[in-house]
């Protein structure tokens, strides 16, 4: 039963990197987690051996990814491929910043 | 109360004029006690309510200031609240200590303890000084968080119902800026410098201050009287009667001497016999523009913009700059005002790569060469600045100019700016006026050369000397060899004015030379054209400027140069003073003037 509803699921994945000068600084992480919560699904952003909460502040500004990082963003859930697609954009176009 | 706790005078450094008195408000930063109680498995829901019901109630207070400080104070503050209030958002965060409440079956305010400890271990661990520093601000909501489950009295200085006089720790500058429109005196802190932002703060809202009093949260209690001397720098704690006295007297006469200086709060700025010189302010916030008038300063002669990068998570943008400079360039009509770029270090940039760290931090990485060296942060700062000047006389002034060859690049990448910012249709002034802070003694020695390039020069004279005498000031042992008067500091200023005057172009000094009246003589001697100071020194500067006379002084540089010695100038000068330029410096403190108010000196029982 449990595995059933598990598989039902849709399960979505990203990869990006970081091109905005300042990285994952508080009001990056802030535009992150904000755009997260509209989602249903639960998204995880993974760096190297790290794994963060898209929905938590603090969990990724724990990430500490500057320019150039590799993030990945694994999300499962109803929502989940639209989700990715929109946190991998807020990430490409530099979450809105001008370098 | 017994009687050794009676004038308790601790001394503290002067932050910001004036005297005050009144009950203490103390804000400690000591942590609550916080004890490990166990909840029932039937209390857990009503415990997790509980949290819910403080996490809210703190969010609702931050959003409160946000808003408030909205109404009253530029953006500056700003930041440190929307840092804040993310945190205090975060549902993750708070979702896990609601766990630990459940697995563990414990209080929230353990839980919550434990689980900002967990985050603030990783924080600690951080390589980035900016992240590592975030750290902080997950502290500050904690202990917001604690007090509404303690049902604690909020320590909010926005909700005072008396007047008061609040002794802290340490304040933040949006705590600072809050006190504007609440009912606080004044403030003493244990932390902090004359430097510090929340003096600046302070200083720029006119609200006595004294930082940097050792312990003195310790020795205060709520509503005990303190008497705050922000002139000298003293905190009394419960006064007798005759103290009171004594300070109510002095506050009396300190506002006479103001009141009495108004009358010099108009231009022009001239001696008897008519030479003109410029008495400008500088500015560190850009709220104090609002003092211009006040102290009738003849427009900004230094508008540093460091503060504009401190207390921020993030670089400004180039509307960010533009709009604060445009709001500079407008208020300052119909005067001028010269903006200097940034002078600051590398580790200011916390979100910039780590630099090394330096030896000697003041012959390293910073102004102009660290601009040079990370041209796109200075270029976004350079094309605020220049479309700015569009609408008001605004100069460009650059810091720590030490070679003509950065003259040159800094000239070079200014053209590339107007070029850019021509292709995208913005206005800007194409003959803005172009200067270089003399504080480098290689850029005083080739002063005649730098001066084909630019259009004016500013003395920095806090540097000059500093640069010259080879002496930290900041350190105690060497601090007695920093000499304003020196004979080498008088011929460097003299050389750079000949060099500046002979190729036409205008000479400034802005260093704290600059406001010292005692110096004025000997300023107006080496034939400086402007002098630019914090604005409240401006009328008694002006006062002095008018009773001495020019032609008679002509001579006098020349002679101090040939002194053996700082001491000997500066006994030379103080014996001019008492003999020949007294009326200059004689204020006449009319009785009438000084009209005594009583102080609240007696502990008020029903605060």
Redo the contacts between chains.
């Keep these: 039963m449990w595995r059933g509803k598990e598989f039902s699921r849709k399960e979505a994945e990203r990869v990006v990197r970081i091109n905005n000068?300042?990285?994952m600084?508080?009001?990056a992480?802030?535009k992150l987690?904000n755009l997260a919560?509209q989602y249903k699904s639960q998204i995880k952003v993974i760096k190297g051996k790290i794994e963060a909460?898209a929905?938590?502040?603090?969990?990724l500004?724990?990430l500490?990814a500057?320019k150039g990082a590799e993030l990945i963003f694994r999300a499962r859930g109803e929502d989940a491929e639209q989700a990715v697609e929109a946190l991998a954009e807020l990430v490409r176009n530099r979450f809105g910043?001008?370098? | 109360m017994s009687e050794n706790r009676k004038n308790i005078k601790l001394k503290g450094i002067p932050a910001s004029e004036g005297i005050v008195a009144g009950p203490a408000y103390v804000m400690s930063r000591a942590r609550l006690p916080i004890v490990r109680k166990r909840i029932s498995t039937r209390q857990l829901n009503k415990e997790i309510k509980r949290l819910r019901r403080a996490i809210e109630r703190a969010g609702a207070e931050l959003n409160k200031v946000k808003v408030q400080l909205g109404k009253q104070i530029a953006r500056e503050p700003f930041s440190i609240i929307?840092?804040h209030l993310?945190?205090i958002?975060?549902?993750?965060?708070w979702a896990e200590v609601e766990e630990r409440i459940k697995e563990e079956k414990i209080n929230a305010e353990w839980a919550l303890r434990n689980v900002i400890n967990k985050?603030l271990k990783?924080?600690a661990g951080?390589?980035?000084s900016?992240?590592r520093e975030?750290g902080y601000d997950?502290e500050v909501v904690g202990e917001r968080i604690l007090s509404k489950l303690a049902g604690h009295r909020d320590k909010d200085i926005s909700s005072l119902e008396e007047p008061v006089i609040v002794i802290a720790s340490d304040l933040r500058p949006d705590q600072t800026a809050q006190m504007i429109f609440s009912k606080v005196l004044g403030f003493a802190t244990e932390a902090g410098s004359r430097t510090s932002h929340t003096a600046i703060v302070a200083r720029s809202l006119e609200i006595p201050a004294v930082v940097g009093v050792e312990r003195i949260t310790e020795l205060v209690e709520d509503g005990e009287i303190v008497i705050l001397d922000g002139i000298e720098g003293e905190a009394l704690i419960n006064p007798e009667e005759k103290f009171c006295g004594v300070y109510q007297e002095k506050k009396a006469k300190w506002e006479a001497i103001n009141q009495l200086l108004q009358e010099y709060a108009h231009p022009p700025s001239q001696t008897q016999d008519g030479h003109k010189i410029e008495l400008s302010a500088n500015l560190e916030i850009l709220d104090e523009i609002n003092f211009l008038k006040k102290y009738g300063a003849e427009g900004v002669g230094l508008y540093r913009t460091e503060y504009l990068y401190l207390d921020r998570?993030?670089?400004l943008?180039?509307e960010e700059h533009f709009e604060n400079y445009q709001r500079l360039a407008e208020a300052v009509k119909p005067y001028s005002a010269v903006i200097r770029t940034f002078d600051l270090g590398g580790d200011k940039f916390a979100?910039e790569p780590k630099l090394a760290e330096e030896m000697n931090p003041a012959l390293g990485l910073r102004a102009i060469r660290l601009c040079l060296k990370s041209p796109?942060i200075f270029k976004?700062q350079l094309r605020g600045i220049l479309r700015a000047s569009a609408y008001g006389e605004v100069g460009l002034l650059f810091p720590l100019i030490s070679s003509m060859e950065e003259v040159k690049e800094v000239k070079r990448l200014l053209k590339e700016v107007m070029g850019e910012l021509e292709q995208a249709g913005k206005k800007f002034n194409p003959e803005i006026p172009i200067g270089v802070m003399i504080e480098v003694p290689s850029a005083a020695l080739i002063a005649e050369q730098l001066a084909e390039e630019v259009d004016f020069f500013s003395i920095g004279t806090n540097d000059l000397i500093q640069y010259v005498l080879a002496i930290d000031r900041v350190n105690e042992y060497v601090s007695y060899l920093y000499q304003p008067l020196h004979p080498a500091v008088l011929k460097m200023i003299k050389q750079t004015v000949d060099a500046g005057h002979k190729a036409g172009i205008k000479v400034a000094m802005c260093g704290e030379m600059a406001g010292d009246v005692q110096l004025l003589p000997v300023l107006i001697s080496l034939g400086l054209d402007q002098l630019s100071m914090p604005a409240r020194f401006i009328p008694m500067v002006r006062k002095v400027l008018k009773g001495l006379n020019a032609k008679n002084l002509s001579g006098l540089a020349e002679e101090l140069i040939k002194f053996s010695s700082g001491e000997e100038v500066k006994r030379f000068l103080e014996e001019k003073i008492e003999r020949e330029w007294k009326d200059a410096y004689q204020l006449e403190l009319n009785e009438k003037l000084i009209q005594r108010e009583t102080f609240i000196c007696q502990k008020n029982e029903s605060f």
Excluded: V
């Excluded at chain 1, 929905?55 to 969990?59: A, T």
């Excluded at chain 2, 958002?89 to 965060?93: I, N, S, V």
């Design positions: 000068r300042l990285g600084h508080a009001r992480a802030g987690r919560s909460d929905k938590s502040i603090l969990g500004m724990a500490e500057h910043e001008d370098e | 929307d840092a993310l945190l958002q975060d549902r993750a965060l985050w990783i924080f951080f390589k980035d900016y992240l975030r997950l998570e993030r670089a943008s180039e979100s796109e976004t």
